[in-house]
């Protein structure tokens, strides 16, 4: 069982910063990936940022820029900093862990509470 722990969300101004964390914790074999997806209104959720071990960092065109994310391997922790935030960034920011237990098995993956980000003025 792997549970992860958000923190960071809240208000701000249009222009403004919000830094998400995410640790994770419990039994964690070996990580394929740490992400950050968010869910607005009325729509889908979507991959916001992600980090691949062994093979980089992809971004929404719609964050790119603007938003960096970050992994700390030792702590099992994601970090999502969030500048020039814009109204269209309001949603509900989720972490997502996905974990292999070795060669031939499935993915395994693992959400967060999620938490709200709201940018308005």
């Known amino acids: 069982q792997v549970q992860l722990a958000q923190s960071g969300g809240g208000s701000v101004q249009p222009g403004g910063s919000l830094r998400l964390s995410c640790v994770a914790s419990?039994?964690?074999?070996?990580?394929?990936?740490m992400g950050w997806y968010r869910q607005a209104p009325g729509k889908q959720r979507e991959l916001v940022a992600i980090?691949?071990?062994?093979?980089?960092?992809n971004y929404s065109d719609s964050v790119k820029g603007r938003f960096t994310i970050s992994r700390d391997n030792a702590k099992n922790a994601v970090y999502l900093q969030m500048n020039s935030l814009k109204p269209e960034d309001t949603a509900i920011y989720y972490c997502?862990?996905?974990?292999?237990?070795?060669?031939?098995?499935?993915?395994?993956?693992?959400w967060g509470q999620g938490t709200q980000v709201t940018v308005s003025s």
């Open positions: 980090v691949i071990t062994d093979e980089g960092t």
């Open positions: 419990g039994i964690i074999y070996n990580i394929y990936s």
């Open positions: 997502n862990l996905d974990h292999r237990l070795g060669a031939g098995f499935p993915p395994d993956d693992y």
